[in-house]
Structures are given as structure tokens and as C-alpha cells.
């Protein structure tokens, strides 16, 4: 398989996907994908055997662009990771702190840093990635500018970190899926505790939502996750994407499933995978 070995992220060597994709895999050669579009395509093709996709952070919330790719794309999530986020400031060789005017990374970023922005007092622009910001300061010099991204940017592209930490929560943490094109990767070990995945849209007539659900409750299955998104722009159209304890085949969820598929018009499963231990960490 040509695409053995590889794992596709999206954004530029040295982002936040990058830091996860060699903290968790690090036996993997990373493949930076422009778009997460690129990242699942790269998957799909066996280009990369495995993708870093990250799905959700602790203080901006879900990440869209991903619930959208999810559906029909034929790949499966075999794994989840978190990853706390530290982002620091930095700048060309020689530059120093009080010199920084302007400050670029991407806008979730600047909006995860902005108490401390305010403080420096410095103008920020938004662009499409963190690392992307480091990389372009790397290429173009400029003693007035910086850019907020991960420490491994810095150690990429040939920066000076001016300042450390400078995320406004130490708590910052976002949760990557780890994916795969096989069509059916072997199962997680049954010493392991599972989550399953799967997205469903409910039949337009009263109460199904509160009727797909009832078999969850009815058969002792802990509901963790239920996102709403709307599909191709249709409002009459939502899909609603869930994460549930346990595997399909555990009797409990299978009656769920089974009661679930009454009220449906449309369910697809993504995946199922071992719980991270970060999320019984107190």
C-alpha cells in the first residue's frame, strides 16, 4: 500500500495537528494537507494510511468544516486523542518584544489568545493557519511583525519565541479523531472501553427525535455526544451526529440501534474506537 506509514493533517508543518500527529504516531511520516477536504481525499486514495483531524476544542467549541466532511466519505474513525494547546509568540531572529506591531495566525487562534494580545497592545490579521503564519514570517521578515502558532513552528521555520503561553486558558484542549480509509479496520481490543459513532437524520413528523432517543434511555446506553448541523444548506434537513458508550454489538446499544432505525431516514455508522484515557482525568 503506497500511502503505508504516512499520516495527513491539515495546515502546515509545525501546527497543532502536526504536534499531535508526532506525539501520537510518531513512526508516521506527516503529509500537511491545505484543506481538510485535501486531508480526507489524501485517505480515501491511500496516499496516507491515517489522518489527525481535529474535531472539537475546549473553548471554541466544534469544529464545522469537519461534521460536513464525516458523512459519505467512506472513512472510519478508529481513535480519538486530545492534545492541550499551548501557543506562543514569535518572531524573526533579533526582534524584540516591544518592536511587535502586528501579530497574524489563524482566527481561532488569535481569539483563544486574546486577553493576552490586548495587553501587548498590538493589531492582529487573521490568516489560515498557525503554522502558516510562522512559515510566512520565516519567508518574509519583518522586525514589526509576529505570529502566534505551536513551539514546533518555531523550531520548523528558524524563530525566536518571544513569549510562551500566551493562550488566555491553560485548560485549552482539542480533541483530534484518528481516521482511516479501510473499509473495515479491525476492532479495538475488548479490554478497551469503546465509543461508537454514527450520524443519522431523523423522519420529518412530530416528536422523532424524541422518539429516536427513547430506545438510549430505555436500554442503559450513556448518550455522550448529540450535534446538530444542517445538511447541503436545507433547513428542513438536519443531521444530527452522536457518540455513545459502548460497541453495536453490546445488547443494550443493539436494541437501541435497532429502535433508532424506526424513526430514520438516513443513518451511517464512523466508527468505533477505544476511549482516551485524558478524558477520565479528573
Known amino acids: 500500500m ?10 502546515e508543518l509545525g501546527a497543532n495537528s502536526h504536534e499531535a500527529c508526532r506525539t501520537y504516531f510518531p513512526d508516521y511520516e506527516p503529509a500537511p494537507c491545505a484543506t ?3 486531508a480526507f481525499e489524501a485517505m480515501k486514495s491511500g496516499a496516507c494510511a491515517l489522518g489527525m483531524i481535529p474535531v472539537e476544542n475546549s473553548i471554541v467549541g466544534r469544529i464545522s468544516d469537519v461534521h460536513h466532511l464525516l458523512p459519505n466519505s467512506g472513512l472510519k474513525i478508529i481513535g480519538e486523542k486530545f492534545k492541550p494547546i499551548s501557543f506562543h509568540l514569535m518572531a524573526n531572529p533579533g526582534v524584540k518584544l516591544e518592536d511587535v ?12 489568545c486574546r486577553r493576552s494580545l490586548k495587553r501587548l497592545n498590538v493589531r492582529t490579521e487573521a490568516v489560515g493557519d498557525t503554522a502558516g503564519a510562522a512559515k510566512a514570517l520565516a519567508e518574509h521578515p519583518d522586525p514589526t511583525r509576529a505570529a502566534i502558532s505551536p513551539a514546533l513552528a518555531a523550531e520548523i521555520y528558524g524563530l ?3 513569549l510562551r503561553d500566551v493562550e488566555d486558558e491553560r485548560s485549552n484542549t482539542t480533541r483530534f479523531l484518528v481516521m482511516t480509509g ?6 479495538p ?3 478497551e472501553q469503546c465509543l461508537t459513532s454514527f450520524v443519522f437524520r431523523v423522519r420529518n413528523v412530530p416528536a422523532a427525535l424524541y422518539k429516536a432517543m427513547g430506545g438510549f434511555a430505555t436500554n442503559g446506553v450513556n448518550m455522550t455526544k448529540l450535534e446538530s448541523y444542517m445538511e447541503d444548506g436545507a433547513f428542513s434537513a438536519t443531521m444530527f451526529y452522536a457518540e455513545v458508550e459502548g460497541r453495536p454489538e453490546d445488547r443494550g446499544l443493539a436494541l437501541a440501534l435497532e429502535e433508532l432505525s424506526f424513526f430514520c431516514e438516513r443513518f451511517e455508522l464512523l466508527g468505533v474506537f477505544a476511549v482516551d484515557p485524558f478524558r477520565t482525568r479528573v
Open 182 to 187: 479501510e473499509r473495515e479496520p479491525p476492532p
Open 189 to 191: 481490543p475488548f479490554t
Open 101 to 112: 506591531k502586528v501579530v497574524s495566525s489563524m482566527a481561532v487562534a488569535l481569539g483563544q
Open 2 to 11: 503506497s500511502g503505508r506509514g504516512k499520516i495527513a493533517f491539515q495546515g
Open 36 to 38: 481538510f477536504e485535501e
Open 160 to 162: 525566536d519565541i518571544l
